[in-house]
């Protein structure tokens, strides 16, 4: 079964601290990870986008990271800022359909002044 | 332009009402969507327009139907709605239709929608 796991579910740090968020998929076959970030109430806006060979992208302060062999995706933020308080969701496309990109549930990060 | 627009903001309607929801984008995107996403719940693909035809019907009950006037507009006509449909709408368009997987999303702000 097609699935898009992150963990944790939430998050809460104190501003200006680094966090990492994780993403497991078992999505096969695979075509890309993406990394959103979702303010509360508004769409998705996307942070970075790897296909197969690539193992890492950044974004400013945000860098993700994929490892294909494991079907793991990480995504780091550094020196953290109030604005970063949002969902963040990673999304697994498979094949050329659209019904096989796969939404994780996304953690919900806080940034606490 | 670079974004996709929604109109409106937020939208009240009662069980008996028809309105619709409106989504635009100008970057040439060929291929549209519709998504429901409720509170805390990642975004539930509903409907997916390709070269202007509809490609996808993820099973969306008849009181939602969607129509693409052209490439660069969609719209979701909301006719009898169940109080339990109350969530954020979100449209998203991509540059291809074909491959649909393969091709980035953008995401419009989404249309907060109650159903009293």
Known sequence: KNQVEQSPQSL???????CTLQCNYT?????????????TGRGPVSLTIMTFSENTKS???????????????????TASQLSDSASYICVVSGDSSASKIIFGSGTRLSIRP | DTEVTQTPKHLVMGMTNKKSLKCEQ??????MYWYKQKA???????????????????????RFSPECPNSSLLNLHLHALQPEDSALYLCASSLMGGGLGNNEQFFGPGTRLTVL
Not at chain 1, 27 to 39: A, M
Not at chain 1, 59 to 77: C, E, F, P, V
């Open chain 1, 12 to 18: 809460i740090i104190l501003e200006g601290k680094n």
């Open chain 1, 27 to 39: 999505v096969s076959p695979f075509s890309n990870l993406r990394w959103y970030k979702q303010d």
């Open chain 1, 59 to 77: 974004n400013g302060r945000y860098t993700a990271t994929l490892d294909a062999d494991t079907k793991q995706s990480s995504l780091h933020i």
């Open chain 2, 26 to 31: 100008h970057m040439g995107h060929r291929a």
């Open chain 2, 40 to 62: 805390k719940k990642p975004p539930e693909l509903m409907f997916v327009y390709s070269y202007e035809k509809l490609s996808i019907n993820e099973s969306v009950p008849s």
